[in-house]
């Protein structure tokens, strides 16, 4: 058996809590924008986690290059958990800690074999309309000609979105709104072609498989024919053969 490697072993013992941080980071983004008239305090203890979870991500990340054995290559290879990681610093906004963390978050999440490909793709459907509603809410709310000012219109506004579908009775105003309504357009078409070449995938491992099975079974047939045929011949020769008196 391939011994693990110290980086694959650190990904394994990160993999949980990680996903539990990331959690934690889902609530503290939520809580402010859910409930708008919180206090000083609760949004500064949120605004807190969400740098402390973004960190512990950004730490996770320069512990796997030390570890790495290749560390250009890996570095090389992973370029956009990077840029996940130094962009928040440049520009310290909330949007850009949760854009940056759902990137880590995912790119983590794909590196567990365990987790398969159809729990990855609802999980990220699911984070994808929940932070998109929260983050469209946050940025079209105040807005003067802003028409989402619910989390049921920005939830609604997200489904349409992300399904390519736009209704058109919910759209953003703003620049920034207008911003992640095209990173949830991208990231539907994305995930339905995800989905879709899954599905794709499962109909021809299925359809080869009969097809194994059915060259199987006709390879027993032609072979059974063969002994059929050479009993035959065996049995006409000793037919013909003369018995000694």
Not at 81 to 107: E, F, H, K, Y
Not at 111 to 129: F, N, P
Request: charged share 20%; aromatic share 8%; hydrophobic share 50%.
């Amino acid at each position: 058996m391939k011994q693990q490697t110290a980086q694959g072993r650190w990904e394994q013992v990160t993999q949980r809590p990680l996903l539990a941080l990331a959690v934690l980071f889902a609530v503290a983004y939520a809580v402010p924008i859910v409930d708008h008239s919180a206090g000083h305090l609760l949004t500064a203890v949120c605004t807190w986690v969400e740098w402390v979870v973004w960190g512990t991500f950004a730490v996770d990340y320069v512990v796997r290059v030390g570890l790495a054995r290749q560390r250009r290559e890996f570095v090389r290879t992973h370029w956009l958990d990077l840029c996940a990681v130094v962009v928040p610093v440049l520009q310290p906004l909330r949007l850009l800690r949760m854009v940056s963390t759902l990137i880590l978050v995912g790119r983590r999440a794909r590196m567990a074999s365990q987790i398969q490909l159809t729990t990855y793709v609802a999980g990220a459907v699911v984070g994808l309309l929940m932070f998109g509603s929260l983050a469209v809410l946050s940025v079209e709310r105040d807005s003067p000609d802003g028409n989402i000012r619910t989390l049921g219109d920005a939830l609604w506004w997200s489904f349409t979105t992300m399904t390519t579908v736009g209704y058109g009775d919910h759209a953003p105003t703003t620049g920034l709104g207008r911003m992640i309504a095209v990173g949830l357009m991208l990231s539907g078409i994305a995930l339905l072609g995800v989905v879709t070449a899954n599905i794709a995938t499962w109909f021809i491992a299925r359809f080869e498989k009969d097809d194994v099975e059915e060259r199987r079974q006709t390879e027993a047939i032609e072979a059974l024919t063969e002994e059929v045929r050479a009993l035959r011949a065996e049995i006409a020769s000793l037919k013909q053969t003369p018995v000694d008196s």
